[in-house]
């Protein structure tokens, strides 16, 4: 089938794309975006998160044909041309990543997480990310790294 | 690759101190491309007529085959090849250090999952679909599932032909255990038995890569691994080619721990890239990745330990039984560490340790971070416990009379040379400030979080220590050496330092130090690091917490012939000799003349180029019979203290502080160290309270991450943290390999606050909630 939507605010289509693909399959292999990672593709570690009109979801969990004429943000998405979010720029300044292989999902997700809740507390960002594994930091840095992004898009920092 | 160094803000050429050098912070050079989604991960490669390949794998853990059909497979439309062990080109088997795994299964296989054939196809699902048709005749038969008895039944059934027991090292000290003058001398005697679970490396990238087949015959490989050229020495002769044909090139690695020491998709995707002619991906998915790496040895181990009413340690009695699986891979250093670290950090004046690695049709295990050295210093810390409860005394004091200063001597009689103030180390972490009691009106903060598991009631608190020591370097007479290659030239109208090697950042910031040695060293800021690959010496493998010290010493290294070889050309230039030159700030510095000129200067004749290999120093191998040796190239320890609350009820645990003490010699990057200290004891609690692969009947029960569960944000406690720099003056910079001791330390502490919360006598980690309720009526 063909599947035609918006990523990044671009217009994407993707053909002969089989029934049982994945949005994460189609954003990876088809569209040129792997940005989005693969590390378990059955919805536990969340490093595939993408905004799905403008909610955060499993990239793998998402039928491809589900996308159909609709919106998707991935972690290319986010910088403005060469200028990093907040949330990229403080997730490299505070040492929250390491392989980086979580890193992606991490950043929608915490993306997603200071747009609804300018000051989030700390166990809000634990709550926020608890569906994120990062297996390299132990996620003291991640913590870091969103609470400053947080105060830096407050115009606090 | 990135090849990018970080950014930096101008700095006065006249400073002497380079900005982003040793000591400093600089970020990540890779850190730009990851927060972009631009690095590209093995797994992201991609070519324009590039193909699938897939893995059939056993569903029994033992079993002949008496044939392979693959002729409906390669009828399946898309289908390209399918390969079994009669395709491999050259030899059949490989294997880290024994060479017992066959590429492809030949007549039999020895565990779940191991590989039986491959297929290429223009697409995954296509792969996936052609495995099923492929027929395989297997005659199952019972597997070998204890490893006790491996070792010890005469007639348990052989895995391999030539026995059971991959390795039994002995460690003979003083008088054996059981005699009587020995016993004399204890007023207490403890015995307990030990349980290590197995846990998996789980690291987020899965096993990929991208294999394209050349016009000479050979194969460029784009793989995750934690050393190319251990790699190449496997490869080549399976593929049978000669090693200059397999060109390897390190792809992005989305994090290692061990489980990229062994091949995966290596052989694999070159075997299906070489037949059909066009470039091959391989991916697993996470399942798969379950079955496609090597495990962390579950262990049994049982200590028995005499000591003095003042608690001095008088005897240990150890066995320890390390579950190898199918296949050798790193067992036999994994229990080379188990034996030489068995009684840990403590001077024992008798001692008989008996370790054994065996091969059972388990899951196979090999290297993970700690090496062997984990599972012991799960024993060994539980005992000292145990030894402390029994006489009456506190947990920091009995280890405090007992732990190594610099001097002691460990149970190999390897004099411990270097600083060791571990003692201190127990008195600084006992002075943090504990965590203060739970705040239970926010249901976060207790065991079963927003489950509604408890409003405090039922909770108890509970505090444990830990100390770990971990072998830094490969041990036992293995010249581990690195090589590095340094370019410094004119780039338009600035100098730059180009750093080669071919170590593998897996995400613990080694290019990030390598950048920073470089800076220091040259006195330049602009520094680049070159994509890892083969066409470079050998770095060693990025494991055993040795890349900082390797191959960081042999950056150091060849930087100190660069500036030499700029020191000989001025000087040819100004036709004299000088004996007090130093680079500073781009600019060539005597000491007694001041400025004598610029790297641009210099330069402009050319680039100057170094190549050098670093050497650490020689180690010696364990005596087969008594354990005697220097067997290690250095020592690091950690010590860390655990704060659990526990709802004794239901069995819920909330881990509420870690706090860590660490001695790394040198602080290099202390960002990324920490980073590493953080990461490591994550693990560690993984493996203390949930982290185990299930086996049942040599079967993997939860080859998922729903069902093998990693820490999460939840679950990680604030660390509170001090790192000291007690300088092992044989080190570059006196560093201490980092990475490995808190995995050691984290997971005894947490154990032994549980203890201390609920008075059980836990034996086993991980602990689950039905180990803490178990006999409870009320539960």
Same mark, same amino acid.
């Given at each position: ?12 289509e993707?053909?002969?794309v089989?029934?049982?693909e ?7 292999e ?11 593709e059955?919805g536990?570690?969340g490093?595939c998160?993408v905004?799905?009109?403008?909610? +955060? /979801?499993?990239? @793998?969990?998402?039928?491809? %044909?589900q #996308? =159909? ?13 060469d200028?990093?979010? +907040? /949330?990229?720029? @403080?997730?490299?300044?505070a %040492?929250? #990543? =390491? ?12 993306h997603?997480l200071i ?11 634990r ?6 594994l ?11 790294a ?12 | ?8 803000a ?35 490669l ?15 853990p ?20 399918v ?19 066959p590429?492809?299964?030949v007549?039999?296989?020895?565990h779940q999952?191991?590989?039986v ?5 223009d697409?995954?699902?296509t792969?996936?679909r ?21 070792v ?10 030539d026995?059971n027991?991959?390795?039994h090292q ?5 008088a054996?255990?059981d005699?009587?003058a ?10 307990g ?9 789980a ?15 050979g ?7 934690q ?15 000669p090693?200059?044909?397999?060109r390897m ?23 299906l ?10 991916v697993y ?13 579950p262990?049994?181990?049982?200590y ?15 066995e320890i ?15 080379g ?9 403590y ?16 899951p ?5 971070r700690g090496?062997g ?6 024993a ?11 006489l009456g ?5 009995i ?20 600083p060791?103030?571990?003692a201190?180390?127990?008195d600084?972490l006992?002075?943090l ?5 739970a ?5 976060r903060n ?10 405090g009631?039922g ?8 100390i ?6 490969f ?6 050496y690195?090589?590095a290659r ?13 750093v080669?090697?071919?170590?593998a950042?897996?995400?613990q910031?080694?290019?990030?130090i ?31 917490s040795r890349?900082?010290?390797m191959?960081?010493g042999?950056v150091k ?11 000989e050309?001025?000087a ?15 600019k060539i ?7 004598i000129g ?13 190549t050098r ?13 008594t354990?005697?040796?220097n ?5 690091a320890?950690?010590v ?7 709802d ?9 502080a870690?706090?860590?003490v660490?001695?790394v ?5 202390r ?5 590493q ?8 609690l993984?493996?203390a309270?949930?982290?185990?692969i ?11 991450f ?19 720099e ?8 006196g560093?201490?390999?980092?990475g ?9 502490a947490i ?14 980690v ?7 309720t ?6």
């Amino acid at each position: 089938m063909r599947v035609t939507f918006t990523v990044n605010g671009r217009s994407a289509e993707a053909d002969d794309v089989w029934e049982g693909e994945s949005l994460l399959y189609v954003l990876r292999e088809r569209v040129g975006l792997p940005g989005s990672k693969n590390a378990c593709e059955q919805g536990e570690c969340g490093s595939c998160t993408v905004y799905l009109d403008d909610v +955060p /979801v499993c990239s @793998c969990l998402v039928a491809a %044909g589900q #996308v =159909q004429d609709r919106q998707v943000r991935t972690v290319e998405g986010l910088a403005d041309g060469d200028r990093l979010d +907040p /949330v990229q720029a @403080c997730f490299i300044k505070a %040492g929250a #990543v =390491q392989c980086g292989f979580c890193t992606p999902g991490l950043l929608v997700q915490a993306h997603d997480l200071i747009e609804r809740n300018p000051e989030p507390s700390d166990p809000e960002i634990r709550e926020a990310l608890a569906g994120n594994l990062c297996r390299c930091t132990g996620y003291e840095k991640i913590l870091d790294a969103v609470r400053e992004a947080a105060a830096i898009k407050a115009g606090i920092a | 690759m990135p090849t990018r160094a970080p950014d930096r803000a101008p700095r006065d050429l006249n400073q002497s101190a380079t900005t982003g050098g040793v000591g400093d912070s600089p970020t990540r050079p890779d850190g730009s491309l990851k927060v972009k989604g631009e690095f590209a991960y093995s797994s992201d490669l991609f070519m324009d007529d590039m193909i699938w390949g897939a893995t059939l794998r056993s569903p029994h853990p033992r079993a002949l085959i008496h044939s392979i059909d693959v002729a409906a497979a390669l009828k399946l439309p898309g289908v390209y090849a399918v390969l079994t062990h009669e395709d491999v080109p050259g030899h059949k088997f490989y294997g880290l250090d024994t060479r017992d795994q066959p590429v492809l299964a030949v007549g039999q296989v020895r565990h779940q999952g191991e590989p039986v054939a491959l297929v290429a196809a223009d697409h995954p699902e296509t792969a996936r679909r052609a495995l099923k048709l492929i027929q395989v005749d297997y005659e199952v038969q019972e597997p070998v599932v204890d490893p006790r008895r491996a070792v010890f039944d005469p007639q348990c059934p052989l895995v391999h032909d030539d026995g059971n027991i991959v390795r039994h090292q002995p460690v003979r000290v003083g008088a054996s255990p059981d005699d009587p003058a020995v016993r004399a001398q204890c007023a207490v005697v403890v015995s307990g038995e030990y349980e290590v679970g197995i846990q998996d490396q789980a690291f987020l990238g899965p096993e990929s890569g991208l294999a394209i087949p050349a016009e000479d015959g050979g194969v460029d490989l784009y793989v995750a691994t934690q050393w190319i050229h251990w790699d190449l020495l496997q490869i080549a002769p399976c593929l049978g080619l000669p090693e200059e044909k397999v060109r390897m090139t390190l792809s992005g690695v989305g994090g290692a721990f061990g489980g990229r020491e062994d091949l995966s998709m290596e052989i694999h995707a070159a075997m299906l890239a070489l037949r059909v002619g066009k470039p091959v991906k391989m991916v697993y998915n996470r399942e798969e990745s379950f079955f496609g790496h090597v495990h962390r040895h579950p262990a049994l181990m049982t200590y028995t330990y005499g000591a003095t009413a003042e608690g001095k340690l008088v005897f240990a009695d150890v066995e320890i039984v390390l579950d190898g699986g199918g296949y050798a891979s790193a067992t036999p250093n994994v229990v080379g560490n188990a034996a030489s670290l068995g009684v840990g950090p403590y001077v024992v004046p008798n001692i008989k340790i008996d370790a054994y690695g065996v091969y059972t049709n388990n899951p196979p295990c090999g290297a993970m971070r700690g090496f062997g050295a984990v599972q012991a210093c799960f024993a060994y810390e539980s005992m000292m416990d145990k030894l402390a409860a029994e006489l009456g005394l506190d947990p920091v004091t009995i280890r405090q009379r007992n732990v190594v200063a610099q001097g002691d001597k460990l149970a190999t009689g390897q004099v411990v040379e270097a600083p060791a103030p571990v003692a201190e180390m127990l008195d600084t972490l006992k002075a943090l400030p504990m965590p203060a009691p739970a705040d239970t009106s926010d249901l976060r903060n207790l065991p079963g979080s927003t489950a509604n598991a408890t409003h405090g009631e039922g909770v108890v608190r509970g505090v444990g220590y830990g100390i770990g020591v971990k072998n830094i370097c490969f041990s036992e007479d293995f010249d581990d050496y690195s090589t590095a290659r340094v370019r410094l030239e004119l780039l338009g109208d600035t100098v730059g330092a180009l750093v080669h090697t071919a170590a593998a950042e897996v995400g613990q910031g080694l290019i990030t130090i390598e950048a920073q040695i470089a800076r220091t060293e040259l006195g330049v800021e602009q520094v680049s690091i070159h994509p890892a690959d083969s066409s470079v010496g050998t770095a060693g493998s990025s494991s055993a917490s040795r890349q900082s010290y390797m191959t960081g010493g042999a950056v150091k290294t060849a930087c100190e012939a660069v500036r030499a070889a700029v020191f000989e050309r001025i000087a040819q230039d100004h036709g004299r000799a000088y004996d007090d030159l130093s680079l500073a700030g781009g600019k060539i510095v005597s000491h007694a003349e001041g400025v004598i000129g610029t790297l641009e200067e210099v330069l402009a004749a050319g680039p100057i180029e170094q190549t050098r290999e670093y050497h650490h120093h020689r180690t010696q191998r364990m005596d087969p019979f008594t354990g005697q040796g220097n067997s290690h190239t250095q020592l690091a320890f950690a010590v860390h203290r655990a704060v659990v609350d526990v709802d004794v009820e239901l069995g819920l645990i909330k881990v509420v502080a870690l706090d860590l003490v660490q001695d790394v010699g040198k602080i290099m990057n202390r960002l990324s160290l920490e980073g590493q200290l953080h990461g490591g004891s994550a693990q560690g609690l993984g493996l203390a309270v949930m982290e185990e692969i299930q086996v049942r009947d040599g079967k993997v029960r939860n080859p998922s991450f729903t069902d093998y569960l990693i820490p999460t944000i939840l679950d990680m406690p604030p660390m509170r943290m001090e790192i000291l720099e007690n300088a092992d003056p044989r080190a570059p910079y006196g560093l201490r390999g980092a990475g490995e001791p808190p995995t050691l330390s984290s997971t005894p502490a947490i154990a032994a606050a549980i203890r201390d919360a609920t008075g059980l006598d836990l034996r086993r980690v991980p602990i689950r909630p039905e180990d803490l309720t178990e006999g409870r009526t009320d539960a």
